[in-house]
């Protein structure tokens, strides 16, 4: 018995250890998630020793999803599979835990928009939106204001770009993060210019550049002066482009200068009749470029260039082969009532889940009120008929200690009568010894009387052990029998 006993505690036991993952694993996923905001190096370095087979348990999965997925975008590694962030999502989502909750679709959202998928990205970032309060992290807020802002600029709806815009920056100032805010507040200044409010643009891009100089961020210098440049020529305020040309461009390595603003510089000679320097500029630009984007703005600024030329053949050409490009962003012009129509449906549907969630917890505050009030109803009728039968056995209780008390009473009396019989039976006893003594002169008729009177005496007192044990001894014991 005793070695079947321990075999089912050793079997207990290996089930609990199984049911937990092993403590390096847990440490090192705790370690990583300590590194993630200033070392996400280390915590990628960290979380690369790890194997997903060795995660045991759900929560433990989730956990090294989400933070292999964050690593991987804090390090400029742009997935665009959403398999492994979903296992948080999947598992986070039915949980409490806003900040895991609120990451786990901030980051699907940024695989999603890694992959171009635009409206699954707005989708995972409007769940996340709805967690911001509750996450308490204005640093993260901005950046899932910012994720959004570009979405819908990308979609040209650039009211609500500039919404949510302006959030990323209060939330970026609310956080300390200044890099951040200055790069929001740049965005602000090319959604004022493509809502045609050129001077609001200007107006912001001449306050910013001298806070964005002192920080020594090239690449951020570099697209303030891009943009103003460009806001001033579209103004057709030309000496104030040169101006800036002028005053900030020397502080510009041409190797950090960006296609955007190379093709700015080309358009300022341009537009002072400085062709040569126009072309020049242009090429240099040309082999910066990269990407779609940087294309339309090349050839956007050809075509700008040659038509100031009064070369308008190319002009139109180049203008061409740019609206060819932007065929696509059209496409998405076009698509954005189906964004709207999606994200108001989305707002719909959070919104009744939120209530139907407050709905169910009032149901359940309900029921368990009308669960208590219940069990208090039923504890306090059990309670009454407790006390109830507590006063019953106590009268009774009263009740046979009054009988007992008359018992105890009547079998004194009784005592006391039979003590007081017995004691008038001995003095006629006695008073017989002493005159049969003296008057039966025949000992065999004397004996007989008293044999009689005994036996008489006998019968009377039957019952009390303790009289007939003394009157036996005493009868014994006169004249030895």
Known sequence: MKGKHCLLLLLILGALLACNDPKPVTDALHRAEALMNEHPDSAWAV?????????????????????YTQAQDKTYRDETNDSLINIAVDYYRHTDDARRKFLSYYY??????????????????????QLVDALGD??????????????????????????????????????????????????????????????????????????VEATNDLELFSGCLGDLILGCLDENRLA?????YDRYVQKINPM?????????????????????????FMEAAWGKANDRTDSIILYVTSSLIHRKKGNDRQAYADLEDGVTLQNKDV????????????????????????????????IWML???????????????????????????????????????????????????KNGLFESKMKELDKLVLVSLKEFKNEESRNRAILKLVQDTKDQIHGNKKNMANLEKWVNEYKDN
């Open 240 to 244: 104030d482009a040169r101006k800036y």
């Open 108 to 129: 699907k959202g940024r695989i999603h928009r890694n992959a171009g998928e635009n409206p699954e990205a707005m989708l995972a970032f409007m769940e996340a939106e």
């Open 367 to 417: 029921g368990i009120g009308l669960v208590v009030t219940l069990a208090g109803i039923a504890i306090y009728g059990i309670r009454k008929r407790m006390r109830q039968r507590v006063m019953r056995i106590q009268e009774e209780k009263a009740r046979l200690e009054e009988d007992l008390e008359v018992l105890q009473t009547t079998q004194e009396k009784t005592e006391a009568l």
């Open 138 to 211: 204005d640093y993260y807020a901005g950046l899932l204001y910012q994720w959004i802002a570009e979405i819908y600029e990308s979609y040209m709806d650039y009211p609500k770009a500039m919404e949510y815009a302006e959030q990323s920056i209060d939330r970026y100032t609310r956080a300390g993060k200044n890099r951040h805010r200055l790069w929001a507040l740049m965005k602000k200044s090319s959604l004022f210019r493509n809502m045609n409010e050129d001077a609001e643009s200007i107006r912001l891009m001449e306050a910013l550049l001298p806070e």
């Open 331 to 362: 496409r998405k012009t076009l698509q954005q009532p189906i964004l709207t129509t999606q994200m108001d449906f989305l707002r719909q549907e959070l919104a009744f889940q939120h209530y139907k969630q407050r709905t169910e917890k009032v």
């Open 256 to 280: 950090t200068k960006t296609t955007a603003l190379l093709a700015r510089i080309a358009q300022l000679y341009a537009y002072e009749g400085s062709f040569s320097e126009a072309q020049r």
């Open 47 to 67: 979380l690369n020793t790890l194997s997903p087979d060795e995660m045991g348990q759900n929560r433990t999965r989730a956990l090294y999803a989400l933070l």
